[in-house]
């Protein structure tokens, strides 16, 4: 299949995706929509598939509201946050060390300025979590507020694009939490001491999501290459490049690969949970092949590829020097696609602190802009920014790069 075929699937496949589910959030009806559809478009290119279920929450919320003496301030509930309905009094807390020292119980505590610049590791997420903000999370635990509202700016390189953004984002963390823009919250500090009211309607839902593997080849070797995309999305975005593109991508690598016989069978591995606070379908992975990583000869893992600007990247991270070789020999043969730099916020990761080699396929607009773009985690991030003759050059490469193994 050449490009132009394969850009027009693209497109077909995105369109499913983005438009027609749309937001993928874990636990939604949507999100099991859309890995039912990936299974079935796997097994008619005569992939073996399982699905594997994954016990996690789905989170709605009918809005949020902040009052104080007859004002209102605009709030948002934190995604997969408790709900609440409260009245206190507001306590405001710019530092650690002033937490450290504050009584906070049953207080309502304004959250901002340094203290509330980065957004907060979910309590018992497994690939990065910060002795720093363990220890918020303690404090907090240990202080029993009523209630948290968190005052924050714009940081693209924890939170994506998304303005302002919740401070917590974790369904294991029961302290009730809104958040508002940080100009916001200079204008409730004026009302330090007072008595505020706080409503959020959200509500956690018990739910079952999937992760979908796909196989073929033998095992001769004793090798294989797992090939990763997320299917999820952040609440509130239809997840175009963030992730629609990266499980189109190993759609089209379905199809170009379903006749060949590789010297090293192949994984198409449909991750649920990269946006998600929980990684619970990547820690799931982790528990069936566990022992089994040494089995594999490397990870290629597809986020954030077709942005309509620039090339697309492949960034080796940890290569030995055979696979490093005929990468470079991949990359010389197509021009479109260029060697990136490494970078860790993927599902990569996971294999690389097993030991695994990677390889890592995005967008140069991605790497370039990560810590200042203001797309992903947004509903800016439509099939209207991606260019699909990028996303056939991914598999495409991907695909060489496999036969020439």
């Given at each position: 299949?050449?490009?132009?075929?394969?850009?027009?699937?693209?497109?077909?496949?995105?369109?499913?995706?983005?438009?027609?589910?749309?937001?993928?959030r874990v636990g939604s009806d949507a999100n099991r929509k859309a890995t039912a559809y990936t299974e079935s478009q796997?097994?008619?290119?005569g992939w073996q598939t399982?699905?594997?279920?994954?016990?996690?929450?789905?989170w709605q919320t009918d809005g949020a509201a902040l009052t104080c003496h007859g004002l209102s301030f605009e709030v948002f509930s934190s995604q997969y946050s408790l709900g609440c309905l409260v009245e206190g009094e507001l306590l405001a807390i710019n530092t650690v060390t002033l937490l450290e020292k504050t009584d906070i119980q049953d207080k309502i505590v304004l959250l901002y300025g340094e203290i509330a610049t980065q957004q907060i590791a979910p309590k018992h997420f497994p690939f990065w979590n910060p002795e720093a903000h363990q220890q918020l999370i303690s404090l907090l635990e240990n202080g029993h507020p009523k209630a948290l509202v968190c005052a924050t700016a714009r940081n693209s390189a924890t939170?994506?694009?998304?303005?302002?953004?919740?401070?917590?984002?974790?369904?294991?963390?029961d302290i009730p939490s809104v958040f508002m823009k940080e100009t916001e919250g200079e204008r409730l500090l004026a009302y330090t001491g007072q008595t505020v009211k706080l409503a959020s309607k959200a509500t956690r839902i018990p739910e079952t999501a999937f992760n979908v593997i796909a196989r073929r080849g033998n095992n001769p070797t004793g090798k294989r290459i797992v090939i990763t995309a997320h299917i999820d999305t952040k609440i509130g975005t239809p997840g175009a490049i963030d992730n629609g593109t990266g499980i189109t991508v190993l759609l089209l690598l379905a199809e170009l690969l379903k006749d060949d016989a590789p010297n090293y069978p192949i994984e198409l591995v449909v991750f649920n949970g990269e946006d998600y606070y929980g990684a619970p379908g990547q820690v799931k992975y982790i528990e069936?092949?566990?022992?089994?990583?040494g089995d594999i000869l490397l990870n290629i893992n597809i986020d954030g590829a077709g942005y309509k600007e620039g090339l697309s990247c492949f960034s080796p991270i940890g290569l030995p020097e055979d696979l490093s070789d005929?990468?470079?020999?991949?990359?010389?043969?197509?021009?479109?696609?260029?060697?990136?730099?490494?970078?860790?916020?993927?599902?990569?990761?996971?294999f690389l602190q097993q030991g695994c080699p990677a390889i890592a396929v995005t967008s140069q607009w991605f790497i370039e802009n990560m810590e200042c773009q203001e797309i992903t985690h947004t509903p800016k991030?439509?099939?209207?920014?991606?260019?699909?003759?990028?996303?056939?050059?991914?598999?495409?490469?991907?695909?060489?790069?496999?036969?020439?193994?």
């Open positions: 299949m050449d490009k132009k075929a394969l850009s027009e699937k693209s497109k077909l496949q995105l369109q499913v995706l983005c438009s027609e589910i749309g937001e993928r796997l097994k008619e290119s399982e699905t594997t279920g994954l016990s996690v929450i789905d939170a994506g694009g998304v303005y302002p953004f919740p401070l917590f984002e974790d369904g294991d963390f069936q092949h566990a022992g089994r990583f005929t990468l470079h020999e991949v990359l010389r043969e197509a021009p479109e696609l260029i060697e990136g730099k490494p970078w860790y916020q993927g599902d990569h990761s996971l991030d439509t099939p209207g920014i991606v260019d699909y003759e990028r996303v056939a050059e991914c598999a495409l490469g991907i695909a060489a790069f496999i036969r020439k193994l």
